[in-house]
């Protein structure tokens, strides 16, 4: 069965201009809507509890949402210019289980990402997203490496 929905999973990274290269072509060929994802990573958590802190974290989270929000927007439209609907979302979380989320939850039937392509300790450390993402998907997912 062709899929009727790409996700596309951005970082605004250079490693996602060419995964996004694919996923326009996918859901042009494939006459799909387009589902530009970003996932806010927040994992690095809370310091401390000093008094007020809440208040500084809510406003830097609010602020790179908005910002996230924004290049969503203008790479939205620059995807409109090639596909027919194309729609975009900025969730927090876990940025693996965030894809499959939103993939599960939007009925994706393809998931385009772009990888760094560490290896070794790096790899190890950090893991993979897109590892993780290609391990628990129930849709296919095209893993795009750049360079």
């Not at 494939?30 to 927040?42: R, W, Y």
């Not at 994992?43 to 949402?65: C, I, K």
Request: charged fraction near 25%; hydrophobic fraction near 45%; aromatic fraction near 6%.
């Amino acid at each position: 069965m062709l899929p009727k929905k790409v996700l596309f999973c951005t970082d605004f990274s250079e490693n996602s201009e060419e995964a996004q290269r694919h996923a326009l072509e996918y859901a042009n060929a494939l006459d799909a809507e387009l589902i530009v994802l970003h996932v806010l990573d927040l994992w690095a958590g809370v310091p401390t509890y000093d008094e007020g802190l809440y208040v500084y974290v809510r406003d830097a989270v609010g602020r790179l949402e908005e910002a996230a929000r924004s290049k969503l927007e203008e790479l939205g439209n620059t995807c409109s210019a090639s596909v027919k609907k194309v729609t975009t979302l900025c969730v927090m979380g876990t940025p693996a289980e965030e894809i499959v989320r939103v993939a599960n939850d939007q009925g994706a039937g393809l998931i385009v990402m772009g990888t760094h392509g560490w290896t070794g300790l790096r790899h190890m450390l950090l893991g993979s997203v897109a590892e993780k993402v290609l391990r628990t998907a129930r849709s296919p997912v095209m893993i795009v490496r750049s360079g």
